[in-house]
């Protein structure tokens, strides 16, 4: 098992930018792909990003795509979403994940959640 906590969130002007944390501590981080979901009030969980366990492949959901970029540093045990040119849309609480095994964008395969941070943009 892996611990996840998220910070960074915040609120933020349309347009503006944030970047997202998620610190790991538990089991070696570099047996994880980890990944970024988010959740809007009232909508399901959906997937946002992950990142390969080396960092060298990532994936990204269409409506992110040039937007946002996920990075991690194994190092320091800690995940990164850069989140540039945010819309109001974009308005949920944000949660990192980590699961071993082959990647995935499905909630349910993803075992380790941290516990969540608001990233409100305003219009």
């Known amino acids: 098992q892996v611990h996840l906590v998220e910070s960074g969130g915040g609120l933020v002007q349309a347009g503006g930018s944030l970047r997202l944390s998620c610190t790991a501590s538990?089991?070696?981080?570099?047996?994880?792909?980890m990944g970024w979901f988010r959740q809007a009030p009232g909508k399901e969980r959906e997937f946002v990003a992950r990142?390969?366990?080396?960092?060298?492949?990532?994936y990204y959901a269409d409506f992110v795509k040039g937007r946002f970029t996920v990075s991690r540093d194994n190092a320091k045990k800690m995940t990164y979403l850069q989140m540039n040119s945010l819309k109001p849309e974009d308005t949920a609480v944000y949660y990192c994940?980590?699961?071993?095994?082959?990647?995935?964008?499905?909630?349910?395969?993803?075992?380790?959640w941290g516990q969540g941070t608001q990233v409100t943009v305003s219009s």
């Open positions: 994940a980590a699961k071993t095994g082959g990647g995935s964008r499905l909630v349910r395969e993803y075992d380790n």
């Open positions: 538990g089991r070696t981080f570099s047996d994880y792909i």
């Open positions: 990142i390969s366990w080396s960092g060298v492949t990532t």
